[in-house]
């Protein structure tokens, strides 16, 4: 499995925000199956950042097809050589 790293520019009306609630439910869905890693929004630049998990960018390609907000997004799809998080991390061993 690899990485991959979406980067989505969108445009927002009316209609793209009755997409909204079914849109999250789709991805909290790639969520609970682990094909994605991370979701990220900013309102401010109208990007959005996923990172997925896929064997290739065309499997990463038809998840994002399925999102309802598909048809307002114009994005990019990179592998990624390197993808560091602090959930990947061991965690912090506490002494009692």
């Not at 991805?27 to 199956?33: A, Q």
């Not at 960018?57 to 990019?76: M, N, R």
Request: aromatic share 16%.
């Amino acid at each position: 499995m690899k990485k991959f790293q979406a980067i989505i520019k969108f445009t927002i009306d009316d209609e793209f925000m009755s997409f909204v609630p079914s849109h999250r439910t789709y991805i909290n869905y790639l969520l609970n199956k682990g094909i994605i890693d991370s979701y990220a929004v900013s309102m401010e630049s109208q990007t959005c950042w996923i990172t997925l998990n896929t064997d290739n960018k065309a499997e990463a390609d038809k998840y994002l097809a399925k999102s309802p907000l598909y048809k307002y997004w114009t994005y990019t799809i990179e592998e990624l050589f390197v993808y560091d998080s602090i959930h990947y991390r061991l965690p912090a061993l506490q002494l009692n």
